[in-house]
């Protein structure tokens, strides 16, 4: 195997000679960066929006469950609110439209059961859909429907 060339720099030390091609500059040498600074905000926006989106989306299913099984004891004569605060938390609005009346007739009215949570954003995306979506405090009403035939 052939030894590598030694070669000198300007202040006399000894260098090969590969290092001192990387050295010098190409004209193209801030391109990545400003590349990187036009690229970076519009992958952070994509990556927090996936974030809350799920969360979003996880909301609104704790919304629906809750209001489902408040619709659920509803039907049978008890209280909702107890139900829908186990599954979807204390700080929800609960709503019974046409309550089912002791010994009616199964082919009544439905019980109706909605469910309103506010969300939160987590991620710097908020104050973007706080503007278009939401109200002064950046936060946006998920609600939940849940209907059973009284029982």
Do not use: K, Y
């Not at 990387?22 to 400003?34: E, L, M």
């Not at 209001?67 to 609110?81: I, K, L, M, S, Y």
Request: proline share 7%.
């Amino acid at each position: 195997m052939a030894e590598p060339r030694v070669r000198f720099d300007e202040s006399g030390d000894r260098t090969l000679g590969w290092l001192n091609r990387t050295r010098h500059r190409t004209p193209d040498q801030g391109a990545a960066a400003v590349e990187m600074a036009l690229v970076l905000p519009l992958l952070l926006l994509l990556i927090f929006g996936i974030i809350d989106f799920g969360r979003m989306l996880n909301a609104q299913l704790n919304a629906t469950q809750a209001a489902h099984e408040g619709a659920r004891a509803a039907a049978f004569g008890q209280d909702p609110a107890d139900r829908v605060a186990a599954i979807a938390g204390t700080d929800v609005q609960v709503t019974v439209a046409d309550p089912c009346q002791p010994g009616s007739l199964p082919d009544s009215a439905p019980v109706t059961v909605r469910v309103v949570d506010r969300f939160q954003f987590v991620t710097p995306i908020g104050a973007l859909a706080g503007i278009t979506l939401g109200g002064p405090d950046n936060r946006i009403a998920i609600t939940g429907r849940g209907v059973m035939p009284c029982q």
